[in-house]
C-alpha cells in the first residue's frame, strides 16, 4: 500500500524543534519538554545556534550538522526567520514542518509577503507545512507532543482538529479531568498549506482513529473539504463544530442544533458527544 504523503507529519520517525530552548517559559523550551516527557519514540534534535547543550541534550546549530534523514520539523523561532530554516529543511530532505511562530498574514501587509516567501520556499522543496501560528501536533500512541499546551494527551481514538490553539487547550485539560484520549491533535492555525480536507484523508484510512471531531473557523478550498468530509463520513463517524463570532465566541454543531457561549461552556457538550461516540 502506498505510504500517504503526510506520513511524515503524523508519524514520523525522527523531529528536529527549531528554537528549542532552556529558556523557562519560551515556547521553544515548552514544546522541546512536552517532547522528552512524551516518550516520543523516534530520533529527537533541538536546534539552537547559541547553545551547545539544551535541557540535557546536546543541540545542533543547524541542520545541517545532523547526520541523518530528518522527518518532521518543527519551528518555533521569530518570523523573520522562518523562510530560511524552510530552505534549509528542503535542502535537509525534511517533508513535512509544524510553524507555530505567528506573526505572518495575520498582521498585515508585511507578515502575508513573509508568508508567501515561506509559502514558496516550502512548495520549491516538496515540503507540506501545518500553521502557521498553530499551537502544533499530537499523536500519543507515538509519544509525539509538538505543542506548546501545558501537558500532553491519553491515548485514545479521538482525532481531534481545530482551527482554534485556544479551544484545543480547553479540551485537552476538559479530557484530562474525563479521561478522555486521541488518536491525533491537530491545531490547523491559519492554514496556510494542509488544509481541512487534506487532515480528513489522512485520518479516514488511520487505524488509530475510529472518530473525528472538527472544530472550523473557515474554509479555504470549500470543493476540496466537502469532497473528504463525505468520503470520511461514509466509514467513520465525523462530527463537526463550527466557529462564530457574535458579541461573544460560540460554538454551534452543525450536526445538533444549539450553540454553547464561551469555551467554558463546551464540558457538558462534549461529555454528550463522547459518550455517544461508539
Given at each position: 500500500m502506498?505510504?500517504?504523503?503526510?506520513?511524515?507529519?503524523?508519524?514520523?520517525?525522527?523531529?528536529?524543534?527549531?528554537?528549542?530552548?532552556?529558556?523557562?517559559?519560551?515556547?521553544?523550551?515548552?514544546?522541546?519538554?512536552?517532547?522528552?516527557?512524551s516518550?516520543?519514540?523516534?530520533?529527537?534534535?533541538?536546534i539552537?545556534?547559541k547553545?551547545?547543550?539544551?535541557?540535557?541534550?546536546?543541540?545542533?546549530?543547524?541542520?545541517f550538522?545532523?547526520?541523518?534523514?530528518?522527518?518532521?520539523?518543527?519551528?518555533?523561532t521569530?518570523?523573520?526567520?522562518?523562510?530560511?530554516?524552510?530552505?534549509?529543511?528542503?535542502?535537509?530532505?525534511?517533508?513535512?514542518?509544524v510553524?507555530?511562530?505567528?506573526?505572518?498574514?495575520?498582521?498585515?501587509?508585511?507578515?502575508?509577503?513573509?508568508?508567501?516567501a515561506?509559502?514558496?520556499?516550502?512548495?520549491?522543496?516538496?515540503?507540506?507545512?501545518?500553521?502557521?501560528?498553530?499551537?502544533?501536533?499530537?499523536?500519543?500512541?507515538?509519544?509525539?507532543?509538538?505543542?506548546?499546551?501545558?501537558?500532553?494527551?491519553?491515548?485514545?481514538?479521538?482525532?481531534?482538529?481545530?482551527?482554534?490553539?485556544?479551544?484545543?487547550?480547553?479540551?485537552?485539560?476538559?479530557?484530562h479531568?474525563n479521561?478522555?484520549?486521541?488518536?491525533?491533535?491537530?491545531?490547523?492555525?491559519?492554514?496556510?498549506?494542509?488544509?481541512?480536507?487534506?487532515?480528513?484523508?489522512?485520518?479516514?484510512?488511520?487505524?488509530?482513529?475510529?472518530?473525528?471531531?472538527?472544530?472550523?473557523?473557515?474554509?479555504?478550498?470549500?470543493?476540496?473539504?466537502?469532497?473528504?468530509?463525505?468520503?470520511?463520513?461514509?466509514?467513520?463517524?465525523?462530527?463537526?463544530?463550527?466557529?462564530?463570532?457574535?458579541?461573544?465566541?460560540?460554538?454551534?454543531?452543525?450536526?445538533?442544533?444549539?450553540?454553547?457561549?464561551?469555551?467554558?461552556?463546551?464540558?457538558?457538550?462534549?461529555?454528550?458527544?463522547?459518550?455517544?461516540?461508539?
Open positions: 502506498t505510504q500517504h504523503y503526510l506520513k511524515p507529519l503524523f508519524s514520523p520517525e525522527s523531529v528536529a524543534i527549531f528554537g528549542a530552548s532552556d529558556r523557562v517559559d519560551s515556547v521553544g523550551q515548552i514544546v522541546f519538554s512536552n517532547m522528552l516527557k516518550g516520543f519514540k523516534g530520533a529527537l534534535f533541538p539552537n545556534a547553545r551547545e547543550v539544551v535541557q540535557g541534550h546536546k543541540a545542533y546549530s543547524s541542520l550538522q545532523i547526520n541523518q534523514a530528518v522527518e518532521l520539523a518543527v519551528i518555533a521569530p518570523p523573520q526567520t522562518v523562510p530560511d530554516i524552510i530552505e534549509d529543511c528542503g535542502k535537509h530532505g525534511v517533508k513535512a514542518v510553524v507555530i511562530t505567528a506573526g505572518f498574514a495575520e498582521t498585515g501587509a508585511a507578515g502575508l509577503a513573509l508568508e508567501r515561506v509559502l514558496e520556499n516550502a512548495r520549491h522543496y516538496g515540503i507540506r507545512l501545518l500553521g502557521p501560528n498553530c499551537l502544533g501536533i499530537m499523536r500519543p500512541a507515538i509519544g509525539l507532543n509538538a505543542t506548546f499546551n501545558n501537558g500532553g494527551a491519553n491515548v485514545g481514538n479521538l482525532a481531534f482538529v481545530s482551527q482554534s490553539g485556544a479551544l484545543c487547550t480547553a479540551i485537552l485539560d476538559w479530557a479531568t479521561d478522555v484520549g486521541f488518536s491525533s491533535v491537530v491545531s490547523m492555525g491559519s492554514s496556510a498549506d494542509v488544509d481541512f480536507g487534506e487532515i480528513l484523508d489522512y485520518l479516514v484510512n488511520d487505524q488509530q482513529t475510529q472518530n473525528i471531531l472538527l472544530y472550523i473557523e473557515g474554509i479555504r478550498n470549500s470543493r476540496s473539504f466537502m469532497s473528504s468530509l463525505r468520503a470520511a463520513a461514509r466509514i467513520k463517524p465525523v462530527i463537526l463544530v463550527k466557529g462564530c463570532i457574535f458579541y461573544e465566541l460560540k460554538i454551534r454543531a452543525v450536526f445538533r442544533p444549539f450553540c454553547l457561549a464561551r469555551y467554558i461552556a463546551v464540558s457538558a457538550f462534549f461529555s454528550n458527544t463522547f459518550s455517544s461516540l461508539p
